[in-house]
């Protein structure tokens, strides 16, 4: 990776839901209606504001993503994107490329300054974190390499082990 896209790639630890940035993504499913994990605290740290947005959108097919405001939470906006299940076949790299790549399709088209993504679909669905962090990290450099915007991408990882599993893909990315 060269260093100018590398200055665009920071890996914290920590609660995305108290990031002041543009826009945080939520690991959601596809009725966009909540749930556990990262989904859960955004939801909670939004205030019912954010359920009442989402149900005007009608879900989101996996892969894809939609926005919304952020209300109550630091983050302007959420980008809501569905990861896939982890079934341990070729589809699970492509969706989950997806959802990195329609995200910051989002953020570009509002020329957002930083996003932040939590490791989509290494919780409850159950995706290893090292398969997720090199897909996750390909596929975020490609899209900042021919995008000005969004300018910064934060990974924002839950534990010191995912942090290092990250530095380390990234150590490792071309
Ligand atoms: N900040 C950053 N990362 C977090 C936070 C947080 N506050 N909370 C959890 N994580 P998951 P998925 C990490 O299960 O696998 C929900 O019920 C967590 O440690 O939230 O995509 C949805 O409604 C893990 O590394 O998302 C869906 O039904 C990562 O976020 C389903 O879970 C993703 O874990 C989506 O599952």
Do not use: Q, W
Not at 91 to 102: F, K, Q, S
Not at 143 to 166: C, K
């Amino acid at each position: 990776m060269n260093a100018d896209l590398r200055d665009r790639i920071e890996i914290r630890i920590g609660d995305i839901t108290r990031l002041p940035v543009d826009a945080i993504v939520n690991a959601a499913n596809r009725s966009l209606l909540g749930g556990g994990g990262v989904d859960g605290a955004i939801h909670r740290a939004a205030g019912p504001e954010l359920l009442a947005e989402c149900r005007t959108l009608g879900g989101c097919p996996t892969g894809e993503a939609r926005i919304t405001r952020g209300y109550r939470l630091p983050a302007e906006y959420v980008i809501h994107t569905v990861g896939p299940v982890y079934r341990g076949d070729p589809r699970d790299a492509l969706l989950l490329a997806r959802c990195y790549e329609n995200s910051l399709a989002i953020a570009a088209k509002r020329k957002f300054d930083a996003v932040a993504f939590p490791a989509i679909s290494c919780g409850v669905y159950g995706y290893p974190m090292a398969a997720a962090c090199r897909v996750a990290v390909a596929a975020v450099a490609e899209f900042l390499a021919a995008h000005r915007f969004p300018r910064r991408v934060i990974f924002m990882l839950f534990s010191e082990d995912a942090g290092e599993v990250y530095r380390a893909c990234i150590e490792e990315t071309a």
